[in-house]
């Protein structure tokens, strides 16, 4: 790309200076056209950078965002108020917060990543209470959880005893039961891994098969 003349004048100029001068000569040169003002993107009325990845709440310093968080401030208070001494959990957090934001996932707006800024750049909102990550539901719920579903077993194993004294279980009861309480369609396959792996479970009761050796068929052959 040639040079303008406006260039070469200036180069000249500066290649004929007067060099025994202590008197320092401006080369600042122009903005390019290329930029606007110096800035190839001026921020938006709301100091957001169009064009840029950036906050996608409309800008951390919005006003906008500003009572979003006065509104999470005042959720938080209320809490304290109805739930004296009572910590507050994230999933409870997460919630007012996916709320308030109007948060989608299928964009990638995550309750969770939202509070965890939160939490990191605007301590100031979470400082009046104590805040606790949220127990996973296996946690919650114990029936859930492996070891809630082979309790749910073993009070069936019991129960079954107490209503049928001195009576072995079958294998098809109990696979039937397994799949239920497991949820799943092979239920032959999961009670043959329980009870390899969890003979306790089947303490007490004896088992049998259901149809091995225990069909009428198989009997004819050894009557007389």
């Keep these: 790309m040639g040079r303008t003349v406006k260039e070469y004048s200036q180069m000249i100029g500066f ?13 600042v040169q122009e903005p390019r056209n290329m930029y606007n003002q110096g800035q190839l993107v001026q921020n938006t009325v709301d100091g957001s950078r169009p064009g840029y990845a950036g906050d996608p709440y409309k800008g951390r310093w919005s006003e906008k965002n500003t009572k979003l968080k006065k509104s999470l401030k005042d959720f938080i208070t209320s809490y304290k108020k109805n739930n004296p001494g009572k910590p507050i959990n994230t999933k409870v957090l997460g919630k007012k917060v996916k709320e308030l934001w109007d948060l989608n996932t299928k964009k990638g707006q995550y309750s969770s990543h939202k509070l965890s800024s939160l939490r990191r750049y605007n301590p100031d909102i979470f400082s009046d209470i104590k805040v606790v990550k949220a127990a996973h539901s296996s946690m919650l719920n114990p029936w859930s959880s492996k070891d809630g579903l082979k309790k749910s077993l ?59 050796g225990q069909g009428p068929w198989n009997k004819a052959w050894k009557e007389p």
Excluded: C, Q
């Excluded at 290649?15 to 080369?27: E, G, I």
């Excluded at 107490?162 to 239920?187: F, R």
């Design 15 to 27: 290649l004929t200076r007067d060099k025994t001068s202590t008197v320092p000569r401006s080369m």
């Design 154 to 212: 073993k009070d069936f194993i019991t129960s079954y005893k107490e209503k049928n004294p001195g009576k072995a279980i079958d294998t098809n009861t109990l696979s039937d039961e397994v799949a239920k309480t497991w949820k799943v369609e092979n239920g032959p396959k999961k009670l043959s891994a329980l009870r390899k792996h969890n003979p306790k479970l089947f303490e007490g009761i004896e088992i049998t098969y259901t149809t091995a």
